[in-house]
């Protein structure tokens, strides 16, 4: 096999371009920029206005979603559009089920699913019996955490070998750590589960006694930019009005997200439920931020980089805030450990999920393109 195809199947949800995309995008384009199969990749998603120029990409309309739903009438569009020329993997992303739909539909293609959120919340992996009718059809299952993963495996019994973690990547600058403002940023979702009021209203006290501080609550309901906020929009919004220093931006591509923290001092990441991972906090480790967490789902296993949070509340937000803006030490401290301790790194996730993809393509593990 001298040029294997491999095909990224996007969920109808999810944008491929910089102005719209989601963690999903984000870390498909960043990993096959990075992959020894990068000329092999070809993803599929909805059309999009301004897609990745470096990534090859396919839009595709759902096919009769009326009838088939989004996530369905994806999956049979995409039959169509491969037709009686399927290629040699295909990777579904929070799908179960359209990789099950698809491993029947190509029997002789090995299907894998990356799954980023808590599979008992998902069509076709709810149960025990799902989960492990799951387990013996794919050919792979990938899970962004050792949380997510325990999720899945919960009442499986016997081995399970083509179930894995693959953790999220980050790139990140070379050379020195990044210089620092005086900024708090949020990166995320503006809804309940992500704690963004109770951090708005923490910010409110804590920049009243630190003036010369400022804060950036970045993210809206969904990514895009929007101007109809939702009610709890608009209770975040009118919280952050409390200090002139609070700004909220709405949506931003990842590039200027990416910029925010690197010129941040502190990075927070309240998130009110079991977060799988935190594509965010992620990142603002990889900017070099003291990280402030909650302390719940994946985000434990960040560990000694984080500042947990006991709560999310505002009154244990505002304490853990305080200490960072009041002890240059301490935030200092929490920044050379993100910078210096910082084993996500873009290439070793790369290699990783290359290493699985060679695996169930039956490839040598160090395979590389031949030409021709």
């Not at 020894?36 to 990749?41: A, D, E, M, T």
């Not at 206005?49 to 595709?60: E, G, K, M, N």
């Not at 969904?222 to 200090?243: G, I, N």
């Not at 439920?273 to 900017?287: H, I, K």
Request: proline share 7%; net charge positive.
């Amino acid at each position: 096999m001298s040029q294997p195809r491999i095909h990224c199947l996007l969920s109808p949800k999810e944008e491929f371009s910089e102005n719209g995309a989601g963690a999903q995008t984000l870390k498909i384009v960043q990993t096959s920029r990075r992959s020894r199969f990068r000329q092999s990749i070809t993803v599929f998603g909805k059309p999009a206005a301004s897609p990745f120029p470096d990534v090859a990409f396919q839009p595709l309309t759902s096919f009769w979603p009326a009838l088939f739903g989004d996530n369905m009438g994806f999956a049979r569009a995409y039959a169509r559009a491969v037709g009686l020329s399927p290629p040699d993997m295909i990777e579904c992303f929070n799908r179960p089920p359209v990789a099950t739909w698809l491993a029947r539909r190509f029997p002789n293609v090995p299907v894998t699913l990356y799954i980023g959120n808590d599979p008992q919340t998902k069509g076709n992996a709810k149960t025990v019996a799902q989960r492990q009718a799951l387990i013996d059809r794919l050919a792979g299952i990938y899970f962004v955490s050792e949380y997510v993963y325990s999720r899945f495996m919960e009442g499986i019994r016997g081995a399970a070998p083509n179930v894995r973690v693959l953790r999220t990547g980050m790139d990140r600058a070379e050379g020195p750590a990044p210089e620092k403002d005086k900024t708090i940023v949020f990166v995320g979702r503006i809804e309940p589960i992500k704690g963004a009021l109770e951090l708005a209203e923490a910010l409110g006290k804590v920049l009243a006694r630190h003036p010369d501080w400022s804060a950036y609550l970045i993210g809206a309901r969904w990514f895009k930019v929007s101007s109809d906020l939702t009610a709890y929009e608009q209770r975040v919004k009118a919280a952050a009005e409390s200090s002139p220093n609070i700004h909220v931006t709405g949506f931003l591509p990842n590039a200027q997200v990416r910029a925010h923290l690197r010129r941040a001092a502190i990075s927070v990441v309240p998130s009110n439920w079991e977060e799988p991972f935190a594509r965010t906090a992620v990142e603002g480790l990889a900017e070099g931020c003291a990280v402030v967490a909650s302390k719940r789902g994946g985000l434990v296993e960040l560990g000694h980089r984080v500042r947990f949070l006991p709560a999310v509340t505002a009154d244990e937000i505002e304490r853990a805030l305080e200490e960072l803006v009041s002890n240059d030490a301490e935030r200092a401290r929490l920044q050379a450990v993100a910078w210096n301790d910082f084993p996500f790194t873009m290439d070793a996730f790369a290699k990783q999920w290359d290493d699985y993809r060679a695996e169930v393509m039956g490839l040598p593990a160090k395979w590389t393109r031949v030409a021709g």
